[in-house]
T-cell receptor, first 116, second 114 residues
Framework: AQTVTQSQPEMSVQEAETVTLSCTYD???????LFWYKQPPSRQMILVIR??????QNATENRFSVNFQKAAKSFSLKISDSQLGDAAMYFC?????????????FGKGTKLTVNP | DVKVTQSSRYLVKRTGEKVFLECVQD?????MFWYRQDPGLGLRLIYF???????EKGDIPEGYSVSREKKERFSLILESASTNQTSMYLC?????????????FGSGTRLTVV
């Protein structure tokens, strides 16, 4: 079974600085998808970024980018120019390619604090 | 604006009560999911459904059941609420297919069982 590990329960960053959240996963599949979700205090889970495993190019969405290392099964999220609104729980998730009803497998989350 | 709507944001119920948590999506998604979220444990899948009247157990189905009579609605039922079911419950939906579809989540229901 696939597992997703986020080794940092909590992280903090100064406003305008850069922070990297770690995620590793375990799978025997060669093709799959990886996601980062953000859950602010309002509780609404929001998709931050998505990566297709067969694409070598790292995904980027504005100030959010990933470092995808397929061989190492690592999928870290980098937040540049951190803002107060980035404070949230961040969850890494994995999804198999095959199947129509495949569920996402989530890590336990990293709580990010942004200090002014 | 497409969305997933959970009927209650906060709910307080008594031990032994039968509790219904409702979730409705307006995106014509085939897949719907119920998770519970607890500090330090992340999101754990309770049940999911990929079609009307179809359901599959997730990782922690004990003490729960589900109902999906219409495509847009997925209900989570606590047959006899217990204090260890006090938690945040998240509903989500996604398209069906081999593509890397992510979830769209509801805003969550914080359930307290007293």
């Amino acid at each position: 079974a696939q597992t997703v590990t986020q080794s940092q329960p909590e992280m903090s960053v100064q406003e305008a600085e850069t922070v990297t959240l770690s995620c590793t996963y375990d799978t025997s599949e060669s093709d799959y998808y990886l996601f980062w979700y953000k859950q602010p205090p309002s509780r609404q889970m929001i998709l931050v970024i998505r990566q297709e495993a067969y694409k070598q190019q790292n995904a980027t969405e504005n100030r959010f980018s990933v470092n995808f290392q397929k061989a190492a099964k690592s999928f870290s999220l980098k937040i540049s120019d951190s803002q107060l609104g980035d404070a949230a729980m961040y969850f890494c998730a994995y999804r198999r390619t095959q199947g129509g009803s495949e569920k996402l497998v989530f890590g336990k989350g990293t709580k990010l604090t942004v200090n002014p | 604006d497409v969305k997933v709507t959970q009927s209650s944001r906060y709910l307080v119920k008594r031990t032994g009560e039968k509790v219904f948590l409702e979730c409705v999506q307006d995106m014509d998604h085939e897949n719907m999911f119920w998770y519970r979220q607890d500090p330090g444990l992340g999101l754990r899948l309770i049940y999911f459904s990929y079609d009307v009247k179809m359901k599959e157990k997730g990782d922690i189905p004990e003490g729960y059941s589900v109902s999906r009579e219409k495509k847009e609605r997925f209900s989570l039922i606590l047959e006899s609420a217990s204090t260890n079911q006090t938690s945040m419950y998240l509903c989500a939906s996604s398209l069906y297919g081999p593509g890397g579809y992510g979830y769209t989540f509801g805003s969550g229901t914080r359930l307290t069982v007293v």
